[in-house]
Every structure is written in structure tokens, then in C-alpha cells.
């Protein structure tokens, strides 16, 4: 089918308004939940859940969509009972009630993304290189909300935040239902066919590589707005460098369709690994240092740009047809999930008893060991290639 131009920019609103919501969530959701008196461990375990539902919801939703088709209807039902879910911490701060509301909250708001990259893909079609010019739209409506928000928590208090999120969360809403359904085909042994998909080794490597690189990504999302107050920065200021580090992602974006042909999505994924270890080395070791944090904020382009857009081209490479659903799912699900889950319980675990630096050091060796990994990926899949 082909992208006209409003079917690009209602693909691309829905983007900007989703990665709003994330630009507003994990950079400063730790930050308004330090300042309702909760402990390193209880935040760390707000993020875990909210990681941690990606593990199961993200593929019950692909499967539910790969069955019925009906992937925008599930999107807007889900996105209707994040707003509702989310909405419940107004009725109390209490632990454990918080708790259940970002497993609700998150369970529905994770149905979102995976469904909405497979209906993305299906209006590309054979153009999926185009996937990172209407991408990028997310990572703006990222720095916009990220950049503003951190000016405005200067003059405001930080219980502003919910609104703002239910806010964008509604947006979503909406744009869920001016984007409609591309018609997939059907076919028969359709089981059969995505679980010879996930026997293959390479597939199973290239799993354990992105689990691996987004758990490595657990002091950086669950404590770097902390971890910069700390140590003096302003919250304007930190809002700048988030701000800057998904700048760097756009202009990543906006050149991946060229970096793709050329190099190659598993030799990409190998330098964005190797970069993403000097990056959390950096931010450990020298926070003292404004231009080194901002120089390790742009690195942000390989750790998340280029190594996403690099696995969002596989995934859609090794689950065609009616598994596309199920594969983003299960890519959202082991990576950004389980990964994400077990990146911010460890930077729980070890933020306080071990100190900062050495959560980031932790961070090092698991990315890492998530670039050899990849290099072990990278061949297995060449050598398939090659035999198939």
C-alpha cells in the first residue's frame, strides 16, 4: 500500500504523541516519585513493573491481533484502559495501590507500540526503509515534552506530572482512531510457521543480544534524572539532556535508510553495542564533567537509534506475514520487557548499597557481553545466508 501523505502524518502523530508519553514517564516519573518519599528499591521497582509487564502483555496483544486482524481496535481499547488505569493513582499515593496501577496501566499501554509498528510495516510494505522518516516524529515528540517539562518543573511542582501524562495518553487515544487497518492475509499453518522461526539459533542470539542491551539501559532509565540532581545539575538543564540524547536519534533516524544498505543492520548493532558501553562507562565515571554527560548523551544516537532501527528492520525481516504481529511483540517483550525488568531491579539492588559508579560499571560489562553476543549473532546469521 502507499504512504500518502496523510496516512504519513497520522502514522506520525501517533508516534509523537506515544513517545511523548515516554519523554515524560522515565525521565521524571522517578523524580515526582522521590518527591512523594518513596525509596531507591520502591522506584526501582515502579520501573521494573512497568518493564516487566512487556514480558507478557506485548505478545498476548500480537496474538490476539495475528488472529483476528483487528490490530487498530485492540490499540484503541488498549490505549482507553492505560488512560483509566494511570488515572487511578489520584485516588491514592499508597505502595502497594501505586503498584497495581502501573501493572494495569502498563499492561495496556504495552499493547500499544509492537501492533503499531506491524500496522506501520504493512503500509510501507516493500518501502520499509522508510520506517525511520516517520519513526523520527517520535523521537520529536520525545525531546519536546522532555525539553519543556524540565523548564516547567522549575517554576512547578512536580505533582503537575500525572496530568500531563493522561494528557498524552488521550492523545493517543484519538490518533488510534484516525489511523485504520491494513487488510492481511491469512495463511494455514500459520503455528508452524513462527515456531520454526524462533528454532533457528540466530534468532535466539539476536534475542539475547537485545535482552542483554536494554537491561544494560537500567541506571540510566530508572535513576539518570536522580543521579544528575544529585550531583547539582538543574532539572532544566536535565531535561536538555535527555532532550539532547533523543536528538541525536533523530538525526540517526533520519539517516538510517541510507546506513542500512550500506553497512548492514548486524554490523550496525555491533558498533551501537560497543558505543553503548563507553556510553554508561562515561556517565559512571565522570558525571562532574557537564561535556563529557553531554557528549555521552549524543551517544544515545547508537545505544537506542541505531541499534532499534537496526532490530526493527530484522524482526521484520525474520516474522513476515501473519507473525509480524507476534514478532514485534515478542521483540517489545524480551527486550524492552525483560530486559528492562531486570536492568532496573539490579540498578535497585545495587544504587544504594554499591554506589552510582558501580551500577553503571555493571551497565559496561552487560553491554559488553551483549556485543560479543552479537558478533557470535552476526556470523550465525551470515552462514544461514549463505545455506539458505
Known amino acids: 500500500m502507499q504512504v500518502t501523505d496523510k496516512i504519513y502524518w497520522r502514522l506520525s502523530g501517533f508516534y509523537f504523541f506515544y513517545f511523548a508519553s515516554v519523554g515524560t514517564l522515565f525521565p521524571y516519573w522517578g523524580l515526582f516519585l522521590q518527591s512523594n518519599g518513596y525509596s531507591s528499591q520502591q522506584i526501582a521497582n515502579v520501573f521494573a ?40 493513582i489520584y485516588y491514592s499515593y499508597d505502595y502497594a495501590w501505586l503498584i497495581g496501577c502501573m501493572i494495569g496501566f502498563s499492561f495496556f499501554w504495552n499493547a500499544n507500540l509492537p501492533q503499531f509498528e506491524a500496522v506501520t510495516f504493512s503500509y510501507l510494505g ?22 519543556l517539562l524540565g523548564a516547567l518543573l522549575e517554576e512547578y511542582d512536580v505533582g503537575i506530572l500525572p496530568a500531563v501524562i493522561i494528557f498524552l495518553l488521550a492523545s493517543i487515544w484519538f490518533f488510534s482512531f484516525i489511523v485504520q487497518d491494513v487488510p492481511v492475509k491469512k495463511k494455514s499453518g500459520e503455528r508452524k510457521s513462527i515456531l520454526a522461526i524462533l ?58 535508510h541510507r546506513l542500512l544498505p550500506m553497512m548492514g543492520a548486524t554490523k550496525l548493532i555491533s558498533i551501537a553495542l560497543a558505543l553503548t558501553a563507553l556510553r554508561w562507562g562515561l556517565i559512571g565515571h565522570y558525571v562532574d564533567s557537564s561535556a563529557i554527560v553531554f557528549f555521552a548523551q549524543i551517544l544515545h544516537a547508537a545505544s537506542f537509534g541505531v541499534f532499534h532501527a537496526a532490530a526493527i528492520h530484522l524482526v521484520n ?5 501473519n507473525t509480524q504481529g507476534r514478532g514485534q511483540a515478542m521483540y517489545s517483550s524480551v527486550s524492552f520487557g525483560l530486559g528492562g525488568a531486570i536492568g532496573a531491579f539490579y540498578s535497585g539492588m545495587t ?15 552487560i553491554a ?21
Open 49 to 88: 513493573v512497568i518493564m516487566g509487564t512487556k514480558v507478557i502483555a506485548p505478545y498476548l496483544w500480537g496474538w490476539l491481533a495475528d488472529h483476528t486482524g483487528k490490530r487498530m481496535q485492540i490499540i484503541r481499547i488498549a490505549s482507553l484502559f492505560s488512560i483509566l488505569f494511570f488515572a487511578g
Open 126 to 147: 516493500k518501502n520499509s526503509h522508510r520506517y525511520s522518516a516517520i519513526r523520527l516524529w517520535g523521537s520529536l515528540g520525545f525531546v519536546l515534552l522532555v525539553a
Open 199 to 256: 528454532s533457528r539459533p540466530y534468532i535466539l542470539l539476536f534475542f539475547l543480544v537485545c535482552l542483554l542491551l536494554q537491561a544494560s539501559h537500567g541506571p540510566y532509565y530508572a535513576f539518570f534524572s536522580i543521579y544528575l540532581e544529585e550531583n547539582h545539575y538543574s532539572r532544566t538543564f536535565i531535561g536538555q539532556l535527555w532532550a539532547l540524547g533523543v536528538l541525536a536519534e533523530v538525526i540517526i533516524f533520519m539517516v538510517m
Open 317 to 321: 525481516e525474520f516474522f513476515p506475514d
Open 351 to 365: 544504587w544504594d548499597s554499591l554506589g552510582a559508579t558501580m551500577s553503571y560499571d555493571i551497565a559496561v560489562v
Open 368 to 388: 559488553i557481553m551483549a556485543l560479543l553476543f552479537s558478533l557470535i549473532f552476526s556470523i550465525a546469521y551470515r552462514r544461514h545466508q549463505e545455506y539458505a
